[in-house]
């Protein structure tokens, strides 16, 4: 069974940083291309973050450029989002999915269509 499990998320104060994690089981990881997504309260979902299934490829959404990395450990069976410089405006519910694919090419289309093997995702809020 496909399965992705999140965590990493807490409160934060503006200006910090948080590393999430996505760790994935039931699938051969090195296949897939990871997606991390944030939905904010009231907001669709979008997705923040995206790696090819070797780390040949990865995008950063505009809104986390020059804050947000993402890298991968296929040893680990792992997908990491490093945020610093948080603001409110990154609040939100962050989950991670996956996508079969040969390829990272998924990474530059918008919010990564197609993904799926949802985690229940974790929570960030970023206040004072």
């Known amino acids: 069974q496909l399965r992705t499990v999140e965590s990493g998320g807490g409160l934060v104060q503006p200006g910090g940083s948080l590393t999430l994690s996505c760790t994935a089981s039931g699938f051969t990881f090195d296949d897939y291309a990871i997606g991390w997504f944030r939905q904010a309260p009231g907001k669709e979902r979008e997705g923040v973050a995206c790696i090819g299934p070797w780390g040949q490829v990865s995008k950063i959404a505009d809104s986390g450029l020059g804050r947000f990395a993402i890298s991968r450990d296929n040893r680990k069976n792992t997908v990491l989002l490093q945020m610093h410089s948080l603001t409110p405006a990154d609040t939100g519910l962050y989950s991670c999915?996956?996508?079969?694919?040969?390829?990272?090419?998924?990474?530059?289309?918008?919010?990564?269509?197609?993904?799926?093997?949802w985690g229940n995702g974790t929570l960030v809020t970023v206040s004072s």
């Open positions: 999915a996956s996508k079969r694919t040969d390829s990272g090419q998924i990474c530059f289309r918008p919010n990564y269509p197609g993904m799926n093997s």
